[in-house]
C-alpha cells in the first residue's frame, strides 16, 4: 500500500491512496496520516481495499502529482535519526585522524530531531550559504506505539511504513553546536519526506531483516552522486533503531526513526565516486571527508542557491517506489527573514 | 485563562477550562488543546468566555480533579528544552574544573526533546534504580506559529500559554550519551507537565520580559527541597528561548520551550540549602554539585523507588496557579517492561 498526504485541508494536510505506479490517486474516508497511524488496525484494512481498488481499475483515481505532497506527515510527534551507517563516522573520525569508540558497533547514535514543521518532498530549503548547506539521503520508517523496553523484534513488528527523507543539514553550525555538548538543534534545520510512504510489504523481497536492500539514488543537479545499497553496511536495523527510543520511554504510533545517511564501504576518494565506478555519497560531507583524508582538505562545495538535490528510490524493474525527493536551496529568499 | 487535559477520549485527551481557584471545570466545544492552538485567534474568544462564567458562577462547572489530567498537551509537535539559568552550569562546570564558555552566556543551551508521550502531572516514573533518577522542576511556555527568522520580541509576543513541567532526568545515561556527541535521548525521558496551563494574563505583574518572577516550589518526600524565583538570574528570556529554534527553521502552533532547572545564584552548599535559609534547588543534581564542590564527591542519592517529586508555584497570595506535579518514583514495576 501507497500513501501520500496532499496539499490540502488543515496543516495535517489530506491522506491519499497512491496506485502502485504512482500515477493515480483516491482520497479515503480516513482524513489524515496521523489519524490512521493512531487506529491503524482500523485504518489499514479500508485504506488497502481502496487501493487494490486503484490498482485494479485503471480509469479509477486523479493524476497523482508528487509536486501537490506535504511530507507523509506534515508534522509529527517523533523524529528521531539514528547514525547506523557506520562507515560514514568511521569516515568522519579517520579526518580527524580519532577512532570511532568500540561502543558504536553496539549502542546506536540517535539524535532527536525537530519534528513540528517538516518541508515537503519539492519545497525549497530555505538557508545561508555560509552555514554550509548539505543533504543527507535516508530511509526512514513510521512505527506504531511501543511500550518502555520494547525489544528490537517487537519494535520490528510495530513498523507500519517506510519512507525516503533528505535529513536538511548545515554543517557551517554543527561544530559549534556539538562543542555546547547538548547535541544538534539549530544544524539541524526541517527535514523533507518522499512524495510516499509504502507499507514493507510493497518491498518485497528487498524488505529483509528491517533493512531496506535496495540501491539509494542521489542526484545533485541532474548529475548522478550516489546509489549506495540501503541494506549493506547498516549496523543496526530499524529494529534496534526504535528499540533504542524505547529503552527508557514509551514510543506512541506515528514515531517516525531515520537510518542516518546511507553510506557504503569503499576504498578511496577516486573509486568511491560514481564516475570512477564507485556507488557515491548520500551526503556532500562524506565526499569532503575522502577529500581531507587524502588532500588535508575538503575541496567539494557544499550547496549554494540554486542548487538541487533528488533523492529515489527503484526497485528492481527501474519503478520508482516512493516518488523523488527534489530539494532547491534557495539562499535568495532566506532574506526576508532577517 | 486556566487550561487542562482530562484522561479522557483518544490520545489527545479532553480540553477543560479550569476556574482560577483550580475547583471546578467545564467542557468546551473545542475538543483538545492542540486543536486550540492551531486557530488560536477563533479558540481564545470562545475558551475565554466559558472561563469567564466559571468563575462568575460558583455553582457551574464539575469538581475538578487534577489526578484525572494529562499533561495540558499529552503529545506535542516539539518539546525543546533551554538551560537558561546560567548558575546551574556554572555548578557544573565548577564541579569538574572546568571554565563556562563565553559563548554561553549569549547563545542559549537547548536541547531537543522527545515529545511523542508525556506523562501525565500524577503519574509514575518507570525507571531503573542505577539510572540515576533525577527531576528538574522548570517553567515551560506553549507557542503559537513563529517563522523562521522571527526575534525574541515576536517570539514574545506568540507564547500562548504558561506551564510546569518535571524535566525527568536519567543522570547515570547522560555521560556515555554526551560522550558520544549526539546530545541527551536515553537519559531524558518523557516529561511531566503541570495540571493546568494558564495564559500569561493570568500571572499579572509577575509575567514580565518573558519570565515568570515568582518563586518555583520543589518538594522531596513531603519535604520543601526548593523555592528559587524562576524571574532570578535566568540569562535568556522565553521570547530569546524560542528565537533560538527559529533561526534555521519554522516553529509551528504547539511548540512547547522550557527554561531549564530554575537555580538562584547562591553562595555554599551550607547557605544554598532550605534549612540554612538558601532557596534550595530545583534537581538533585545541583545540591550534588555543590557536595562535590564542597568535599569532593556527592551525598545526596538520586532517587529510588517511592520517592515522591512536587512542582508547585503559588502567587503573591498563596494561591496554586498551575495545580501540583506529583511524580512518585516505581522502580518495581519496571522490571515488568525487561
Redesign the interface.
Known amino acids: 500500500m501507497k500513501l501520500a498526504t496532499l496539499k490540502q485541508g ?2 495535517d494536510g489530506r491522506l491519499a491512496v497512491v496506485s502502485r505506479d504512482l500515477s493515480r490517486y483516491a482520497l479515503p474516508e480516513i482524513f489524515t496520516l496521523q489519524e490512521a497511524l ?1 487506529d491503524w488496525d482500523q485504518a489499514q484494512g479500508r485504506l488497502k481495499a481502496l487501493y487494490d481498488e486503484l490498482n485494479a481499475d485503471g480509469g479509477k483515481g486523479e493524476p497523482f502529482d508528487p509536486g501537490q505532497c506535504h511530507s507523509p506527515l506534515p ?4 523524529w ?1 535519526d539514528g ?1 547506523a551507517y557506520l562507515n560514514h563516522v568511521e569516515l568522519v573520525r579517520k579526518a580527524r585522524h580519532s577512532e570511532v ?1 568500540a ?2 558497533y553496539h ?1 546506536p ?9 517538516f518541508i515537503g518532498p519539492r519545497d525549497e530549503i ?2 545561508q550559504p555560509e ?1 554550509g548547506i548539505d543533504f543527507e539521503a535516508e530511509v526512514a520508517v513510521v512505527s506504531g506505539d511501543l ?3 520494547a525489544t528490537p523484534e517487537e519494535a520490528a513488528q510495530a513498523i507500519r511504513l517506510v519512507m525516503l527523507v533528505n535529513d536538511v543539514s ?1 554543517r557551517g ?1 554543527i561544530p ?1 553546536e ?10 539541524k ?2 527535514s523533507a519526506f518522499s512524495p510516499v510512504a509504502v507499507t514493507p510489504d510493497e518491498l518485497g523481497d528487498a524488505w529483509r531483516d528491517s533493512k531496506v536492500h535496495l540501491p539509494l539514488r542521489v542526484t545533485l543537479n541532474g548529475n548522478l552522486f550516489g546509489y549506495p545499497n540501503a541494506g549493506q553496511d547498516m549496523t543496526f536495523n530499524f529494529g534496534q533503531l526504535l528499540a ?2 524505547t ?6 504510533a ?2 517516525i526513526v531515520g537510518s542516518g545517511t546511507v553510506s557504503n564501504k569503499q576504498n578511496d576518494l577516486y573509486g568511491s565516486s560514481v564516475e570512477h565506478g564507485g556507488v557515491g555519497y548520500c551526503c556532500l560531507a562524506e565526499v569532503r571527508m575522502y577529500e581531507t583524508i587524502e588532500s588535508g582538505k575538503p575541496q567539494t562545495p557544499f550547496m549554494d542557491h540554486g542548487d538541487v538535490v533528488e533523492v529515489e528510490m527503484l526497485d528492481a524493474n527501474g519503478n520508482n517506489i516512493f516518488g523523488t525527493i527534489i530539494n532547491r536551496v534557495n539562499t535568495q529568499y532566506y532574506s ?3
Open positions: 488543515g496543516r493512531d508534522r509529527a510527534y517523533q528521531a547514525s569508540p561502543s558504536f549502542d547514535l540517535m539524535y532527536q530531531g525537530g519534528s513540528d514543521s530555505f538557508a552555514w511500550k518502555q523496553g548545515l553550525l559549534d556539538l562543542a555546547k555538548g547538548f547535541g544538534f538543534f539549530q544544524s534545520p526541517a533504542h527510543i529503552k527508557t520511554r514509551d514510543a506512541e506515528g514515531t526576508e527573514f532577517k
